[in-house]
């Protein structure tokens, strides 16, 4: 056996002794020796592999089996740019805290600055987002197994604290199995035949408990991070009487707290100034909350207490006057005070706002992107997954959900970019029993096409992806470059229209796909269905700032006449 099948059969047998077992790879030349290694292992049922041709996709794959398992899944690959195009899933892992294993194959050390094709230098690319472990080359002699595990252990020990961990290992030819000499050392173990072990570590929760007054009118927003950290605060919430606004990945962590989380929560914030009787005196910010102008412009104009990890607790606007990574019932003795009439008010400004919505909805010539979120929603068997796609999607349905505990949501809020929301929709699905599904717009949909792009032989995801298709960005008809003074430039640089056929391009890449234009359609096309597919429903884009507009307003006056 030659040194680099040596090397990377003690690698993936180390993956396997500390739990790694979901292992998604990229074919190459460099990285065969692992490839070869990897294969052996899911033959023998040690590890289920995921092989996918495109390097960006793959890492979002793995970043989806991650979510799904709450285990570090691996994405392996070999050397050059093929490393490069893992980054923009180190980034989404590292912002929102997900374990991640890249195991990137590398030239050795004699190659590089020679010119040799596919040789950058990878060592630490990723940066402060990722954790780099460099390997030495193996070479023939005795005492580098114990090494090669102890920096398998170590990369695995680091991501099971939510991070992402870049195992960088050269690999010089052959790197194809060779016959021969049997290797020095036994594979199997270590010297005396102990085993290097891991177990999961929690993320520790920083010391920094600082007494603070908390004002009994007070709101609490949840948005994405541990959802341990936002059920504490829920419960919280619950004994002191707070309404709670929570983003959709928040939501079922907020009710496990017992809290009192508001439909349309978003809305009665972004609607222009609150009544008196509505006006907090604190905003307590649990995690970090992407979606919501209503929501920044709250925390301008009053306290807000941020509640998260540190250093990097969530204040872009630099408004945070106190600053704790935790809050549990412990802290209830700060509540200054109880006030009965706080939560109602907010209930009965929920119960206005509802109402308007679906008097404005059922008004609406169907489908919007509101209407699609809501009965998508709705829809979902007990049990189901969802991945919410950036842009518009999660927001509509941020805005016009009823809360449901009985569903797991999930959505890359760490970056936030439309880059891999399919993928990780697939490596969601591959993670999990439950029925799999995602909501994207079209762009976010092409954008990572290559997510359909699964072998015959590979395992593939239980997942309808319902795609509202409004052939183009819609969510820039809501921000200020699509106001009519834009409208000139509007439609070639901002919404970027496409003009695809998703129903082709499903063919070519041989996943179903269903047009649906109904809502009865709709909810049939959602029934739990073994395999991939595809789900389109197409939408007209023109009328969607007019839509909000006259959303906003609804519920504004509908909140006032009622408190």
């Known amino acids: 056996m030659n040194p680099s099948t040596a090397m990377a059969t003690v690698v993936v047998d180390e993956l396997v002794r500390n739990d790694v077992r979901q292992v998604v790879l990229c074919p190459g030349s460099r990285n065969a020796p692992l490839s070869l290694a990897l294969h052996e292992a899911a033959v023998a049922g040690r590890v289920t592999l995921h092989v996918r041709v495109d390097e960006r996709s793959a890492g979002f794959v793995a970043l989806g089996l991650g979510r799904a398992t709450g285990r570090p899944a691996a994405v392996v690959c070999t050397s050059g740019t093929a490393v490069a195009n893992l980054h923009p899933s180190v980034l989404e892992a590292h912002h929102s805290g997900v374990g991640l294993l890249l195991i990137t194959a590398d030239r050795p050390p004699e190659l590089h600055g020679s010119g040799a094709n596919q040789t950058i230098d990878q060592r630490g690319i990723f940066g ?103 059920t504490a605060a829920a419960r919280v919430a619950a004994r002191a009487g707070w309404p709670v606004v929570a983003e959709p990945v928040g939501t079922a962590a907020a009710l496990a707290g017992g809290a009192a989380v508001l439909r349309g929560g978003p809305l009665l914030l972004g609607t222009g100034a609150l009544p008196p009787s509505m006006r907090p005196e604190a905003v307590v910010v649990v995690g970090r909350p992407t979606l919501s102008r209503g929501v920044r412009g709250l925390m301008d104009r009053v306290a807000v207490y941020g509640i998260g990890d540190h250093p990097q607790w969530t204040d872009p606007q630099y408004v945070a006057t106190h600053v704790r990574g935790w809050l549990d019932e412990d802290d209830l003795r700060w509540v200054t005070d109880h006030d009965p009439t706080w939560l109602p008010v907010w209930r009965e400004a929920e119960q206005a706002a509802t109402l308007a919505v679906e008097k404005l909805l059922g008004e609406e010539t169907w489908p919007t992107g509101l209407h699609v979120a ?188 009622a408190v």
């Open 128 to 230: 402060s987002a990722a954790v780099a472990v460099d390997f030495p080359v193996a070479e023939r002699r005795t005492g580098q197994n114990p090494v090669w595990r102890g920096l398998v252990c170590r990369g695995v020990a680091r991501a099971e604290t939510g991070i992402p961990v870049q195992l960088n290992i050269p690999f010089r030819e052959p790197l194809v199995p060779t016959f021969g000499d049997s290797w020095p050392d036994a594979l199997t173990g270590r010297p005396g035949g102990a085993r290097w072990t891991t177990s999961s570590v929690p993320r520790s929760v920083p010391d920094n408990r600082v007494d603070f007054p908390l004002p009994a009118r007070s709101v609490v927003v949840v948005g994405s991070g541990d959802p341990a950290r936002a």
């Open 374 to 561: 809501r009965e998508v929603l709705e829809a979902l068997p007990t049990g189901a997954s969802l991945v919410l796609g950036s842009s518009n999607p999660v927001r509509d349905l941020d805005l016009v959900s009823t809360p449901r505990p009985d569903i797991t949501i999930h959505a890359n809020r760490g970056v936030a970019g439309i880059d891999g929301n399919l993928s990780t929709a697939v490596g969601v699905g591959l993670g999990s029993t439950a029925p799999g599904y995602a909501l994207m717009g079209d762009l976010t949909f092409l954008h990572d096409a290559n997510a359909l792009l699964i072998g015959p032989t590979e395992p593939r995801p239980n997942l309808c992806a319902v795609v509202l298709n409004d052939d183009g960005g819609g969510i820039f008809s809501l921000l200020e470059q699509g106001a009519a003074e834009h409208k000139n430039g509007f439609e070639r640089v901002f919404a970027t229209p496409t003009g695809a056929d998703l129903g082709a391009l499903c063919a070519g890449y041989g996943v179903p796909h269903t047009l649906v234009t109904t809502p009865t359609d709709l909810r049939a096309a959602l029934t739990p269905t073994p395999g991939l597919r595809v789900v389109e429903v197409r939408a007209d884009r023109d009328r969607l700032r007019d839509l909000h507009a006259r959303l906003r307003a609804a519920v504004g006056e509908a909140v006032t006449a």
